[in-house]
C-alpha cells in the first residue's frame, strides 16, 4: 500500500509532468500559428506590391474625382526614355512645384547612379524655397 509520502511525490510528478507537456503543446501551437500569420503578411503585402504598380490602382484613382493627385509612371512605350504624368484636381501652381522636386529627385538619383544627365535647367537654379503660392 502507499503511503501519503508515495502518494505526494507520484502526484507532484504527474503535474509536473503534465505541466511541461502542456507549455510544449502550448508553445509549439503558437510557433505554428506565428508562421502562418507571418505567411498570411507577406502574401498580403506581396498583393499589395502587386496592385501598388497594377492598372487596377490607376483606375481607382481616376475614379475618385473628389481626391487630388499627381502620378508620375514610367513610359509604357518600349525603348523610350520618358514619364506618362497625370495631375487632376491639383492647383497648377501646386502641380508645377511637385513635379519640379520630383525633377530634382530624378536627376539627383541618376547623377548618384552614375548617368550621364542633361536637364533642362540646372538642379542650382531651383530652390523650393523661392515659390511663392
Known sequence: MLSFNDFLVSLITTLVIFAILSFYFYFKKNKKKIE???KESKLSLEESLDLATSEQLISNLRKRVKNPYVLITPSKIPD????IV???????VFALSILKNAFVVTVRELKAKGYNVQPVFEEEDYD???EEF
Open 36 to 38: 502562418d500569420l507571418k
Open 80 to 83: 523610350a526614355e520618358g514619364m
Open 86 to 92: 497625370e495631375i487632376h484636381d491639383v492647383e497648377p
Open 128 to 130: 523650393p524655397e523661392e
